[in-house]
C-alpha cells in the first residue's frame, strides 16, 4: 500500500509540460515532457477507470470520481487532459458549449510529429461515453473554482504559539512573584 502512495505522490508532483515535443527538444527539456507525456496518459486511463468504476444506475458520482483524480494526479493535469479531450472531439455534441469554451482557454500545446501526427491525441479519454466526460467536465471546473477561490488555510493558534519565539522576559518563573501590571 505504502509503493501506492509513493507513485502518486511522485505523478501527482510532476508538473504539466505545456509545450510540444520539438520544443523540448530544442530547449533540452525532453525529459520533463515525456515525464509529463507519459503522466497525460496515465490520467486518461485513470479518468476513463474512474468514470467506469464511479458509474452505476444511469448516474456517474462526479464529485467522487474528481476527488479521486484530483489526488492521484492533481487538478492541474486532471483539467489539461479532459481540455485536451473536449478540443479534440469539439464536433461532438453531446459535449456542452460551456464546457467547449473552457476548453479553448486551457492552454495546450499543438504536438505534431515529423510525420504531422497529433500527437494529443494519445491522450484523450476516448473509451467511455463522451456525455459522461462532460459530466466529469463539469464537476472538475467546479473543483477548479473552489480551488481558485478558497481562502489560504491559516495556521491555527496552536501552530502560532509554537512558532512564536518566546523571550525570557515573557516567561513566567515559577516562584517569582508578578505584578499585575506585567499581566495586562
Known amino acids: 500500500m505504502e509503493s501506492k502512495d509513493k507513485s502518486a505522490v511522485q505523478i501527482k508532483e510532476i508538473p504539466v509540460y505545456r509545450h510540444s515535443a520539438e520544443y523540448a527538444i530544442q530547449h533540452r527539456e525532453i525529459e520533463a515532457y515525456r515525464d509529463s507525456f507519459k503522466a497525460n496518459m496515465d490520467c486518461r486511463d485513470a479518468i476513463e477507470k474512474a468514470i467506469g468504476d464511479n458509474y452505476g444506475d444511469n448516474r456517474l458520482d462526479t464529485k467522487t470520481t474528481s476527488v479521486q483524480l484530483g489526488q492521484k494526479f492533481g487538478m492541474e493535469r ?56 462532460d459530466l466529469l467536465v463539469n464537476q472538475v471546473r467546479k473543483d477548479l473554482a473552489l480551488e481558485k477561490t478558497a481562502p489560504e488555510k491559516k495556521p491555527s493558534i496552536l501552530e502560532k504559539l509554537q512558532k512564536t519565539p518566546t523571550s525570557e522576559a515573557s516567561v513566567l518563573k515559577p516562584g517569582k512573584p508578578v505584578r499585575r501590571e506585567a499581566l495586562r
Open 78 to 133: 486532471v483539467s489539461y487532459v479532459l481540455a485536451n479531450t473536449i478540443r479534440c472531439k469539439d464536433h461532438d455534441g453531446r459535449i456542452s458549449d460551456g464546457n467547449k469554451r473552457w476548453a479553448a482557454t486551457v492552454p495546450v500545446a499543438e504536438d505534431r510529429s515529423e510525420w504531422g501526427d497529433n500527437r494529443n491525441l494519445r491522450f484523450i479519454v476516448d473509451r467511455t461515453n463522451p456525455g459522461l466526460v
